[in-house]
């Protein structure tokens, strides 16, 4: 085999595995939702990447879960305490109020989903990410020092926690880590939890493994959720100024006159009673699900749609390539065995008898025909036509029209027209006058010479 068949061998199958490996990348990372998703961890939206199966689950369980959409709000509605403030899209979180998140009331528990490095800093957490993986692996609650000491967390043995693990950058002993780093709990008067991975709250990943028991136990503490919805990147505080110095005021007292944050009405909160479902869904042109909102039709899909229809391209493209009969010009090869001609001829006629390419057989056969006659009668190969059938046609004495019909005719439209074309052509050729090649002599025979005698012969 040549050089250029064997880098083919090699260079083939390694991009066809490179390729395989890019389509797996982008797949998995289309399928992979974000916080900036639309709805991502919502309690009112029911697709996979909604929340709507833990609000309800909690809802059974006797805890109350309070919606908001408004940061401000929701920080001032987990007064009284003891409260649980669930983040779950904390990278939509405004940079100049995620300083309020440290001066919460006592007995206040924040619990944050997958936070980026700006908003660890910004709320002075001695955390920093130590590490991110590809995909979400189910680890135990082990912590990284000893067994963890999150009772409320014990019976969920496998929880699918580790993505993104953190480290302490504070003092030893001020941070717990669980989950082999993918948990983190900051423990104070107000505590704050930070979760590596949103797979336990998901509903299309909220049934694998122990998640269910890992996502209520770590919410359900306190019997009242303040679920704050960010629907895309949160504005900034009404009143820009530093970081506050003094504890949040009472709910009763400073709240401005945008409304109660209970105020179902006003479309911006909703609270689910015991054993009841997450509602109060705001209205209006910018609310989730709103029949007004535009459709685009890369939205109007969910991404493993398009992910599968990448896919799909992917695989037809490659088997185009594969049913192609090269990649490069063609290469000479000498025959393994020697084909008779007429076997030749017989298989390549019903190849294109099974193709039913009558066309390109008739258009072959009066080529051929053509460069015979045309040989045979010295004519020029770009002569007209009509030369050429009145040139023929003297010498096989039949009409120019015959001629002309039979060299330029239509195509035929059965097999037995094709065929008696074929016989036609074949004998205007033969009467079209004798080849110009002349057969080649025999060359002389060696003179024999004569035999030498052994001793003894006298002839």
Same mark, same amino acid.
């Given at each position: 085999?040549?050089?250029? /068949?064997?880098r083919?061998?090699?260079?083939?199958?390694?991009?066809?595995?490179?390729?395989?490996?890019?389509?797996?990348?982008?797949?998995?990372?289309?399928? #992979?939702?974000? #916080?900036?998703?639309?709805?991502?961890?919502?309690?009112?939206?029911?697709?996979?990447?909604?929340?709507?199966?833990?609000?309800?689950?909690?809802?059974?369980?006797g805890?109350?879960?309070?919606?908001?959409?408004?940061t401000?709000?929701?920080?001032? =509605?987990?007064?009284?305490?003891?409260?649980?403030?669930?983040?779950?899209?904390?990278?939509?979180?405004?940079?100049?109020?995620?300083?309020?998140?440290?001066?919460?009331?006592?007995? *206040?528990?924040?619990?944050?989903?997958? @936070?980026p490095?700006?908003?660890?800093?910004?709320?002075?957490?001695? %955390?920093?990410?130590?590490?991110?993986?590809?995909?979400?692996?189910?680890?135990?609650?082990?912590?990284?020092?000893?067994?963890?000491?999150?009772?409320?967390?014990?019976?969920?043995?496998?929880?699918?926690? =580790?993505? #993104?693990?953190y480290?302490?950058?504070? =003092?030893?002993?001020s941070?717990?880590?669980?989950?082999?780093?993918?948990?983190?709990?900051?423990?104070?008067?107000?505590?704050?939890?930070?979760?590596?991975?949103?797979?336990?709250?998901?509903?299309?990943?909220i049934d694998?493994?122990?998640?269910?028991?890992?996502?209520?136990?770590?919410?359900?503490?306190?019997?009242?959720?303040?679920?704050?919805?960010?629907?895309?990147?949160?504005?900034?505080?009404?009143?820009?100024?530093?970081?506050? *110095?003094?504890?949040?005021?009472?709910?009763?007292d400073?709240?401005?006159?945008?409304?109660?944050?209970?105020?179902?009405?006003?479309?911006?909160?909703?609270?689910?009673a015991?054993?009841?479902?997450?509602?109060?869904?705001?209205?209006?042109?910018?609310?989730?699900?709103?029949?007004?909102?535009?459709?685009?039709?890369?939205?109007?899909?969910?991404?493993?749609?398009?992910?599968l %229809?990448?896919?799909?391209?992917l695989?037809?493209l %490659?088997?185009?390539?594969?049913?192609?009969?090269?990649?490069?010009?063609?290469?000479?090869?000498?025959?393994?065995?020697?084909?008779?001609?007429?076997?030749?001829?017989l298989?390549?006629?019903?190849?294109? #008898?099974?193709?039913?390419?009558r066309?390109?057989?008739?258009?072959?056969?009066?080529?051929?025909?053509?460069?015979r006659?045309?040989?045979?009668?010295?004519?020029?190969?770009?002569?007209?036509?009509?030369?050429?059938?009145?040139?023929?046609?003297?010498?096989?004495?039949?009409?120019?029209?015959?001629?002309?019909?039979?060299?330029?005719?239509? *195509?035929?439209?059965?097999?037995?027209?094709?065929?008696?074309?074929?016989?036609? %052509?074949?004998?205007?050729?033969?009467? /079209?006058?004798?080849? @110009?090649?002349?057969?080649?002599?025999?060359?002389?025979?060696?003179?024999?010479?004569?035999?030498p005698?052994?001793?003894?012969?006298?002839?």
């Amino acid at each position: 085999m040549s050089a250029p /068949g064997r880098r083919h061998r090699i260079i083939v199958p390694v991009l066809v595995g490179v390729l395989l490996m890019a389509v797996t990348l982008v797949a998995r990372e289309i399928d #992979q939702p974000d #916080q900036t998703d639309r709805g991502f961890l919502s309690p009112v939206v029911t697709e996979d990447h909604g929340g709507s199966r833990l609000a309800g689950i909690l809802g059974e369980r006797g805890v109350v879960v309070h919606r908001e959409t408004d940061t401000l709000r929701a920080l001032l =509605a987990t007064r009284p305490a003891p409260t649980t403030l669930f983040v779950p899209a904390p990278e939509l979180l405004h940079p100049r109020t995620v300083g309020y998140l440290g001066l919460l009331p006592g007995g *206040t528990r924040v619990v944050l989903v997958d @936070p980026p490095r700006r908003v660890l800093a910004a709320a002075g957490l001695p %955390l920093r990410p130590a590490g991110r993986r590809w995909a979400t692996r189910a680890v135990s609650p082990h912590g990284v020092d000893g067994s963890c000491p999150l009772a409320e967390i014990a019976p969920a043995a496998t929880a699918a926690v =580790a993505r #993104q693990r953190y480290a302490s950058t504070g =003092a030893p002993g001020s941070v717990d880590l669980c989950y082999a780093g993918g948990l983190a709990r900051l423990p104070g008067a107000a505590e704050s939890v930070v979760v590596g991975a949103s797979d336990p709250f998901r509903n299309g990943r909220i049934d694998e493994w122990d998640n269910l028991a890992f996502a209520t136990g770590l919410l359900a503490t306190s019997g009242r959720v303040v679920w704050l919805d960010l629907d895309g990147p949160a504005p900034p505080p009404p009143e820009p100024s530093p970081a506050p *110095t003094r504890p949040l005021p009472e709910r009763d007292d400073d709240i401005d006159d945008r409304g109660e944050p209970e105020d179902l009405d006003s479309g911006e909160s909703g609270e689910t009673a015991p054993g009841g479902r997450p509602g109060g869904e705001a209205s209006g042109p910018d609310s989730r699900g709103s029949s007004g909102e535009p459709n685009p039709l890369w939205s109007a899909f969910p991404p493993w749609f398009w992910a599968l %229809l990448l896919q799909l391209g992917l695989a037809a493209l %490659l088997i185009a390539i594969g049913r192609a009969r090269r990649l490069g010009p063609p290469t000479p090869e000498p025959l393994p065995v020697s084909v008779p001609a007429a076997e030749t001829v017989l298989g390549r006629g019903r190849l294109y #008898q099974r193709a039913r390419a009558r066309e390109s057989t008739a258009r072959l056969l009066r080529t051929a025909t053509l460069a015979r006659l045309a040989r045979r009668v010295h004519l020029p190969a770009e002569a007209p036509p009509v030369t050429v059938a009145a040139t023929v046609a003297a010498r096989t004495g039949d009409r120019p029209d015959t001629i002309h019909e039979l060299l330029y005719g239509d *195509t035929p439209p059965t097999d037995r027209d094709l065929l008696e074309l074929a016989g036609d %052509l074949d004998r205007v050729t033969r009467a /079209g006058g004798p080849s @110009p090649a002349q057969p080649v002599a025999d060359p002389p025979a060696p003179p024999r010479l004569p035999k030498p005698r052994s001793e003894g012969d006298h002839r």
